[in-house]
């Protein structure tokens, strides 16, 4: 069923016993989300995108076993109150066939259980951002290790990145900026990511030398460091990627002189070293 687009407004129904795909996105549709749609057992996409859900999401979602995308992102919805997790993740761990999950713009305010990584193993993209997450990322994430998107930016994420991080190798676009990450764990854990195309970690509290191995990123197309607290001269390695569209290393503490290197950078659109 699919009824996007328009000006709906009212309840989302109980239940649909036959429905396998439920396009209601950009209406005006309000109210919780009801537990009792478990009961259309054989969905397999919901997307409610750009609504005015709240409360609650059900772990009631976790019956839907043959769910392949869940797409609430943009509607007021929150966390279990009873629990500072996020326990709707921990019940999505039944979903085997779950390869989109996109929570997006919704004030879920919890944090992200260790569970996460019983999420199922096809998993591709996950999709958290502006969605007031706190507590630090879970050792977990590195279990999702078909993940090609992970975005967590604008969120109120602490601590280190976990060193499982290292383990996301089909990983292609990551951004986990405008958090509050430190780098107690060592950056160049990321040099293990060779697929990645986008790295945006900027606007955190990162205080570290830029990893040589960085250069070694040669799918890189864009990279943000801006806005943490790097320091010492960039290594010439940075500018090895040579299809490297934009570079930000604005407002750190980085010194010393740009290389002739730099001039390996062709294809750039945007380079900023601006307020260090």
């Known amino acids: ?23 209601l996105g950009i209406n005006h549709l309000s109210g919780a989300l009801p537990s009792s749609i478990s009961n259309s057992s054989n969905l397999r996409l919901i997307e409610i995108v750009n609504n ?15 769910l392949e995308l869940l797409d609430l992102s943009g509607n007021l919805l ?17 979903c085997k066939y779950l390869a989109i999950l996109l929570l997006g713009g919704n004030p879920l305010n919890g944090i992200i259980p260790d569970s996460v990584s019983n999420l199922s193993t096809s998993l ?40 499982t991080i290292k383990d996301l190798q089909k990983l292609q676009y990551m951004d986990l ?21 986008t790295m945006n970690l900027g606007q955190n509290q990162f ?12 799918s890189l197309r864009h990279l943000n460091l801006s806005h943490n607290r790097l320091y010492s001269a960039p290594p010439e390695e940075i500018w090895n990627p040579k299809d490297l569209l934009m570079l930000d290393l604005s407002s750190n503490l980085l010194s010393g002189s740009l290389p002739y290197a730099v001039t390996n950078m062709k294809m750039a659109n945007w380079v900023d070293f601006s307020t260090n």
């Open 177 to 197: 900026s405008m958090n509050k990450l430190i780098s107690r764990v060592p950056l160049h854990l990321l040099c293990a990511l060779h697929n990645l195309d």
């Open 78 to 94: 929150v966390s279990d109150s009873s629990s500072p997790e996020l326990s709707f993740i921990t019940s999505l761990a039944k």
């Open 124 to 163: 591709e993209q996950l999709n958290a951002p502006n969605c007031k997450i706190k507590g630090s990322i879970p050792d977990g994430i590195g279990k999702l290790t078909s993940l090609i998107l992970l975005d967590l930016s604008n969120n109120d994420l602490s601590g280190s990145l976990p060193a």
């Open 207 to 218: 205080m570290a030398s830029i990893p040589k191995c960085f250069g070694n990123l040669t």
């Open 52 to 66: 005015k859900f709240m409360g609650p999401i059900p772990t009631s979602m976790g019956d839907l076993r043959f």
């Open 1 to 23: 069923m699919a009824v996007t687009q328009n000006q709906l407004s009212g309840n989302l129904p109980s239940t649909f016993p036959y429905l396998e795909y439920l396009y």
